[in-house]
């Protein structure tokens, strides 16, 4: 029985199955139809394009059996769960190779903290009051926290944030204080902003407008205004990104001030910077728009397992305190106050935090930017040389690309894709090493996609501009 159990995952039948040598990218097992009728579904996706849904983990995922009545002997179960474990690891390992698409940072070393696993480190309620709960961080929460304010010019008694579970989360308080100075107030959002602000939207019941964009991906100021002299009698609440999700494109934050100011918008309007993943780059790039509260805006988000590369999901929340006081309560359970927006939050994430801002500091930060910006600059480059369509905004370290015919090599790369395009995020971790081997592997399945006149690259002019199409019709102007 042991050595089944070591070298088997047992299913929902009690049988025991082998495990997977890996979680092989190659397999790709068909998505199951979706309850929701397709019309449905087709409407939520303005491109119209299929969406290729992962893997479904109920085929793969590692059943819990529960002990016998009479099992003293723990030896076997505890084997078998090491092993399950090792495996997860191994492909923990592969699959870190091969991780290009999304805005996380994996060069970490945090063995000092292991010391503090043992412990239920929970920051429930407000991080500047302390509740009955006694195992907190917050001393560490409250230092990154004035960490942050200082980088975007917030005096310690004029703000109020707290380290949140996500990037997401910060959005959602963001948008939700805004609501809150301005409950009449309409979102307005360019088309490429994070789907967690219409997230906020949906769920705060919110009146949202879609702002256009321009072939970078930042806000037209153009069509905000005209948006917002059609609502001129309610306040704007204003998501400004710092940095798109599939473009990399930084909003231009004093045109957007600009235009709420001369459309009569003076005193109403509330202003979010959503920088997920460059609020933290920003500040060390070069003739980069400044993102400080000694401009008219509101608060501010970035995560923490971005570009800081914290290893669990978290961020970072700044806003006024002057807006916090419409949303905070008292909380006479945890002899606290609450403006939060989850209940129970992770205490270790904020020591996480304190940890590497204090290895790194500015000036460590700034070099890891330099880093990633040459890096992206070569992809790009390299890529363009090659023939293959590509993008990088001035501000940016997101390289945008054709997107790859086979969804293989997508899943392979990790790519994150919207339509025609794909995109790779520079990251500290990414080496030019493991830039080289993508592209090698890129050119070579594009032989075979493309090879002896099979077909030809898509044009992508529409989404990344004519100048860095590299399709047929592009490559002759």
């Known amino acids: 029985m ?6 088997g995952a047992m299913n929902r039948s009690g049988k025991v199955e082998p495990l997977p040598e890996e979680f092989d ?6 998505p199951m139809a979706l309850e929701s009728d397709a019309e449905t579904v087709e ?9 290729v849904l992962g893997r479904n983990v109920h085929t793969m995922c590692y059943t819990i059996k529960e002990p016998e009545v009479d099992d003293d002997v723990t030896g076997e179960r505890e084997g078998y769960m090491a092993s399950v474990l090792a495996r997860y690891r191994k492909s923990l390992i592969e699959r870190t190779k091969h991780h290009l698409g999304y805005p996380y940072n994996l060069d970490f070393e945090y063995g000092a903290l292991s010391q503090l696993q043992h412990f239920s480190i929970n920051n429930l309620g407000d991080p500047f ?13 409250v230092g990154v926290l004035d960490w942050f304010a200082r980088l975007w010019e917030l005096e310690k008694n004029e703000y109020w944030g707290y380290i949140t579970n996500c990037g997401t989360e910060g959005n959602l308080h963001g948008i939700l204080v805004g609501r809150e100075v301005f409950p009449e107030g309409i979102l307005y959002a360019s088309r490429e902003s994070h789907y967690s602000i219409y997230k906020a939207a949906r769920m705060y019941r919110m009146e949202c407008v879609k702002v256009g964009t321009l072939i970078s991906g930042e806000i037209d100021c153009a069509d905000f205004e005209r948006k917002l002299l059609l609502n001129k009698e309610k306040p704007a609440i204003v998501n400004v990104n710092i940095g798109t999700t599939v473009k990399g494109a930084v909003d231009d934050l004093d045109m957007v001030i600009e235009t709420l100011e001369k459309t009569g918008f003076r005193g109403r309007f509330y202003i979010h910077c959503d920088g997920a993943l460059f609020g933290l780059m920003m500040p060390f790039v070069k003739r980069a728009p400044k993102v ?3 401009k008219p805006i509101d608060s501010v988000s970035v995560s923490g397992h971005k570009f800081v590369g914290c290893p669990m999901p978290c961020g970072v929340q700044i806003t006024r305190l002057k807006n916090i006081n419409a949303l905070s309560s008292n909380v006479e359970y945890l002899a606290s106050r609450d403006a939060t927006i989850m209940g129970s939050r992770n205490g270790h994430a904020p020591i996480f935090l304190w940890y590497t801002l204090n290895r790194k500091g500015y000036r460590g930060f700034q ?6 910006l040459r890096n992206a600059h070569y ?5 363009i040389e090659a023939g293959i369509s590509a993008m990088l905004n001035e501000l940016s ?3 945008v690309l054709e997107r790859p015919k086979d969804e293989e090599f997508v899943r392979r790369w990790q790519l994150a894709c919207e339509g025609n395009i794909a995109h790779v995020v520079v990251m500290p971790n990414v080496t030019i090493d493991k830039l080289d081997d993508f592209l090698n592997e890129l050119v070579q399945w594009r032989t075979r996609w493309y090879g002896d006149g099979v077909g030809e690259p898509p044009c992508i002019a529409a989404d990344i501009g004519a100048d860095n199409c590299c399709c047929a019709e592009h490559k002759k102007g």
């Not at 990218?25 to 068909?30: C, D, H, L, R």
């Not at 409407?43 to 969406?51: H, Q």
């Not at 070099?367 to 990633?372: I, T």
């Open 2 to 7: 042991a050595a089944s159990l070591a070298n």
């Open 397 to 399: 370290s997101t390289v």
């Open 129 to 141: 009051i302390e509740s009955n709960y006694g195992v907190h961080s917050r001393q560490f929460e």
């Open 292 to 294: 400080t509260f000694k």
């Open 25 to 30: 990218p190659k397999e790709i097992v068909s």
């Open 367 to 372: 070099k890891e930017v330099q880093k990633c």
């Open 379 to 383: 992809l790009k480059d390299r890529l």
């Open 43 to 51: 409407e939520c996706v303005e491109t119209r394009r299929e969406i």
